[in-house]
């Protein structure tokens, strides 16, 4: 098994620009979500969604979007990218919903994102 | 307001002492709590969690946490540490189900080094 695989890992974007980030999981897991992480505040959840087609906002959604069309895929498009978006975001996924059962999340390896 | 505390950014300890991390938290309810392990440029691992019984959890590479209901604190410990410990720990925390909250919070990370 592949886990969790996110594309792609270093991403240059101007002021503006939109774009993709992808990640799919080859473990059937329910649960998918999206984080950004910066220095000195942790990871911060974006979205999250908990099947195909159902999706939800985390603490910092602003400037982002998602969808959840099959169970393997949940993209993270940023639709005018700022400054501000400078981040390395980390996509997770869980068996369950993250804390239930056996729900520990399972991360992909990141994506440094570097907006001018 | 549910939160995760992290208190020490950094954490330094010789290779072979015992190392404690600590981690408080503040939710409402039964929370769930989980330590998470990111080595450098990776995802982050989970180590282990704590969701009911025994308050000594025991997780992966000899890490072992031990959960106070009454401090509300999940400090993560190790009996004698090794360089190759060294890494970035997070805390993260799940209220319990009651409050349907399908999300993680993250603690800000600890900075674990381990001197030859």
């Known amino acids: 098994n592949a886990g969790v695989t996110q594309t792609p890992k270093f991403q240059v974007l101007k002021t503006g620009q939109s774009m993709t980030l992808q990640c799919a999981q080859d473990?059937?897991?329910?649960?998918m979500s999206w984080y950004r992480q910066d220095p000195g505040m942790g990871l911060r959840l974006i979205h999250y969604?908990?099947?195909?087609?159902?999706?939800d906002q985390g603490e910092v959604p602003n400037g982002y979007n998602v969808s959840r069309s099959t169970t393997e895929d949940f993209p993270l498009r940023l639709l005018s990218a700022a400054p501000s978006q400078t981040s390395v975001y980390f996509c997770?996924?869980?068996?369950?919903?993250?804390?239930?059962?056996?729900?520990?999340?399972?991360f992909g390896e990141g994506s440094r994102l570097t907006v001018l | 307001a549910q939160s995760v505390a992290q208190p020490e950014d950094q954490v330094n300890v010789a290779e072979g002492n015992p190392l404690t991390v600590k981690c408080t938290y503040s939710?409402?309810?039964?929370?769930?709590l989980f330590w998470y392990v990111q080595y450098p440029n990776r995802g982050l691992q989970f180590l282990l969690k704590?969701?009911?019984?025994?308050?000594l959890v025991k997780g992966s590479y000899g890490f072992e946490a031990e959960f106070n209901k009454s401090q509300t604190s999940f400090h993560l410990k190790k009996p004698s540490a090794l360089v190759s410990d060294s890494a970035l720990y997070f805390c993260?925390?799940?209220?319990?189900?009651?409050?349907?909250?399908?999300?993680?919070?993250f603690g800000t990370g600890t900075r674990l080094q381990v001197f030859p």
């Open positions: 473990m059937n897991h329910e649960y």
């Open positions: 939710v409402s309810g039964n929370p769930y």
């Open positions: 993260a925390v799940r209220p319990s189900r009651s409050y349907n909250t399908d999300k993680l919070i």
């Open positions: 997770a996924s869980s068996k369950g919903l993250a804390g239930l059962g056996t729900g520990e999340l399972f």
């Open positions: 969604s908990v099947g195909a087609g159902i999706t």
């Open positions: 704590y969701i009911t019984g025994d308050n």
